[in-house]
């Protein structure tokens, strides 16, 4: 990006987008191109693209809007800014703009991912581009960004979001079109982070965790002061250790407070607010680990976030895509409902609101280290969320699910289950089907024999004789093994209606 005037000029600001308009960027095709920036009070301001203009004035505090009529795929072309002064963008492409966002899972790199050094040095994709949104804890909402677009390349996509260039990799294959990939994600980031002031208001059941934060925020100087402790302790017994040669203590974790990806609003404020009203064709998130521990009240908080994101880029029901957990943490007792099976029904739950779709990942963890909640294949959930959304946005003809829950009913001393999008249902590993369980009048699960029945299994154990209800891969690390002809996996369910264990927000 270059601007055309005169360092000389004396005094007013001179014609401002922006990061998300700068070199190499990629426009939503199909859809009015809303840009956006500042300039002088009063100011005209004109912007062109590929033949089309739009104008302007600023307002009395300097900031100015357009909206380019929509324009179908192409480039690459020059837009020009121009007011008292001007600024080119060069390298223009239009074509998809998806954004990606959430914590760890989503922001692991492509350089973290198993096969890397195959994947890196093919990952020339001149036509995708790449946007990355800093990490950035706001106690208001921003204007701006500190980022730049990049051509996808070996070195540029190394620290980008592997599911997002997994995903744009496989659309840009599918649809011939440029693909710009949007990622505002956070490490360690809980949903409340990501949703506004307004949203958080919006449900008395929000509050606790807003007076939770609040305390945190008031214990932090004297907590500061114990880890200060350990962190000095901590490094003078490295030293020692090092001396002696033996193994290093554990560095202690810093305590929550002012900046932590913890704070509600946080996120929203400083990574996704000043992103929009950039035109785009969808969301993707994929986040839920850290409020593990309210799992049930994440129903409510996917349901506003996804509302309130719409909302705030103002054009209707944008399809959100949602990435359920995958199996991690340590083995639970199948006798009790685990916080992470919670969670994958709440997040299932998104799909209840309009344009959603739900990426399965039950059989993506690592079953050799299922402590790790961070399995790096991360080709699987790219191609998963990109049948999503082949399926929900572009209308292809593809199986974009696994098996889902469509009956259950009782026979006998068994409970017969039928699935939608079963076609070819199978074992994965072809032997016995696992990851059922079954229960009776006292509510007490039980592992279950299950047998596949066509588009169905017959669910039954001899210590049940009189079943009323079932589920499949209720705990954290579950052994399912059901999928359809499309080798997606079945999505984990239950038939009974038992209360949350984990918080409900009250």
Same mark, same amino acid.
């Given at each position: 990006?270059?601007y055309?005037?005169?360092?000389g000029?004396?005094?007013?600001?001179?014609?401002?987008?922006p990061s998300?308009?700068t070199?190499h960027?990629v426009?939503?095709r199909?859809?009015?191109i809303p840009?956006?920036g500042?300039g002088d009070?009063g100011?005209k301001i004109?912007?062109?693209?590929n033949?089309?203009s739009a104008?302007a !004035?600023?307002?009395?505090t300097?900031?100015?809007k357009?909206?380019?009529? /929509?324009?179908?795929?192409g480039?690459p072309?020059?837009?020009?800014?121009?007011?008292?002064?001007?600024l080119? *963008?060069?390298?223009v492409l239009?074509?998809?703009?998806w954004?990606f966002?959430?914590?760890?899972?989503m922001?692991?790199?492509?350089?973290?991912v198993?096969?890397?050094?195959? #994947?890196l040095?093919?990952?020339n994709?001149?036509?995708?581009?790449?946007?990355?949104?800093?990490r950035s804890?706001k106690?208001?909402p921003?204007n701006?960004?500190?980022?730049?677009?990049a051509?996808?390349?070996p070195?540029?996509?190394?620290?980008?979001s592997?599911?997002?260039?997994?995903t744009?990799r496989e659309l840009?294959?599918k649809?011939?079109?440029?693909i710009?990939l949007?990622?505002a994600t956070?490490?360690?980031s809980?949903i =409340?982070?990501w949703m506004?002031?307004e949203m958080?208001?919006?449900?008395?059941?929000?509050?606790?965790l807003?007076?939770r934060?609040?305390? !945190?925020l008031?214990?932090y100087?004297?907590?500061?002061i114990a880890y200060?402790?350990?962190l000095?302790?901590?490094?003078?017994?490295?030293?020692?250790?090092?001396?002696a040669?033996i193994p290093l203590?554990?560095?202690?974790?810093?305590?929550?407070g002012?900046?932590?990806?913890?704070?509600?609003?946080?996120l929203?404020?400083g #990574?996704?607010?000043?992103l929009? /009203?950039?035109?785009?064709?969808?969301?993707?998130?994929?986040q839920g680990?850290?409020n593990?521990?309210?799992?049930?009240l994440y129903?409510k908080?996917?349901a506003t976030?996804i509302?309130?994101?719409?909302?705030?880029?103002?054009?209707g029901?944008?399809?959100? *895509?949602v990435?359920?957990l995958?199996?991690?943490?340590?083995?639970?007792d199948?006798?009790k409902?685990?916080n992470?099976?919670e969670m994958r029904?709440s997040?299932?739950?998104?799909?209840?609101l309009?344009?959603?779709?739900?990426v399965v !990942?039950?059989d993506l963890?690592d079953?050799?280290?299922?402590?790790q909640?961070h399995?790096n294949n991360?080709?699987?959930v790219?191609?998963?969320?990109?049948?999503?959304? =082949?399926?929900?946005?572009y209308g292809?003809?593809?199986v974009?699910?696994?098996?889902?829950l469509?009956?259950?009913t009782v026979?006998g001393n068994s *409970?017969n289950v039928?699935?939608?999008?079963?076609?070819g249902?199978?074992?994965k590993?072809g032997?016995?089907v696992?990851g059922?369980?079954?229960a009776?009048d006292?509510?007490?699960?039980?592992?279950?024999t299950?047998? *596949?029945t066509g588009?169905?299994?017959?669910?039954h154990?001899d210590?049940?004789?009189?079943?009323k209800?079932?589920?499949?891969?209720?705990?954290?690390?579950p052994d399912?093994?059901?999928?359809?002809?499309?080798?997606l996996?079945?999505?984990?369910f239950?038939?009974d209606?038992?209360?949350?264990?984990?918080f409900?927000?009250r």
């Amino acid at each position: 990006m270059s601007y055309l005037f005169l360092m000389g000029l004396p005094l007013g600001a001179h014609v401002t987008v922006p990061s998300l308009f700068t070199d190499h960027m990629v426009l939503q095709r199909q859809m009015k191109i809303p840009v956006w920036g500042t300039g002088d009070p009063g100011e005209k301001i004109a912007v062109t693209l590929n033949g089309q203009s739009a104008e302007a !004035t600023a307002d009395s505090t300097g900031n100015w809007k357009v909206s380019l009529p /929509p324009m179908e795929a192409g480039g690459p072309y020059t837009m020009t800014v121009k007011g008292s002064d001007s600024l080119t *963008i060069d390298d223009v492409l239009i074509g998809e703009v998806w954004l990606f966002s959430g914590q760890s899972n989503m922001e692991l790199m492509t350089k973290g991912v198993h096969n890397y050094l195959q #994947e890196l040095p093919a990952a020339n994709f001149p036509q995708i581009r790449l946007f990355m949104s800093p990490r950035s804890v706001k106690e208001q909402p921003v204007n701006n960004v500190a980022g730049a677009w990049a051509p996808c390349t070996p070195k540029s996509v190394a620290d980008f979001s592997a599911v997002a260039y997994f995903t744009g990799r496989e659309l840009f294959q599918k649809l011939n079109v440029p693909i710009g990939l949007v990622q505002a994600t956070y490490s360690g980031s809980v949903i =409340e982070a990501w949703m506004s002031h307004e949203m958080l208001q919006s449900d008395p059941d929000f509050k606790p965790l807003q007076d939770r934060w609040l305390k !945190t925020l008031a214990d932090y100087p004297q907590a500061k002061i114990a880890y200060d402790a350990r962190l000095q302790a901590w490094q003078e017994a490295t030293v020692q250790a090092k001396a002696a040669n033996i193994p290093l203590p554990l560095q202690p974790r810093p305590p929550s407070g002012p900046g932590s990806p913890l704070a509600p609003c946080g996120l929203y404020n400083g #990574e996704l607010y000043p992103l929009a /009203p950039f035109a785009l064709r969808g969301f993707v998130w994929y986040q839920g680990e850290g409020n593990a521990p309210t799992a049930f009240l994440y129903r409510k908080e996917l349901a506003t976030l996804i509302r309130g994101w719409r909302e705030l880029w103002g054009e209707g029901d944008i399809p959100f *895509i949602v990435v359920q957990l995958p199996s991690g943490q340590p083995i639970a007792d199948l006798s009790k409902s685990a916080n992470w099976a919670e969670m994958r029904e709440s997040q299932a739950m998104a799909l209840d609101l309009p344009k959603t779709g739900l990426v399965v !990942t039950i059989d993506l963890g690592d079953a050799a280290h299922h402590e790790q909640i961070h399995p790096n294949n991360k080709q699987d959930v790219g191609h998963r969320v990109a049948l999503q959304a =082949e399926k929900l946005v572009y209308g292809m003809d593809v199986v974009a699910s696994g098996p889902v829950l469509r009956a259950a009913t009782v026979t006998g001393n068994s *409970i017969n289950v039928a699935f939608d999008s079963a076609e070819g249902l199978k074992t994965k590993d072809g032997g016995p089907v696992a990851g059922f369980e079954i229960a009776g009048d006292d509510k007490k699960y039980v592992p279950a024999t299950a047998v *596949i029945t066509g588009d169905g299994v017959m669910v039954h154990a001899d210590t049940v004789p009189n079943p009323k209800t079932t589920r499949y891969d209720w705990s954290d690390f579950p052994d399912g093994n059901l999928f359809n002809a499309a080798d997606l996996p079945m999505r984990p369910f239950r038939t009974d209606d038992l209360p949350p264990k984990s918080f409900n927000g009250r």
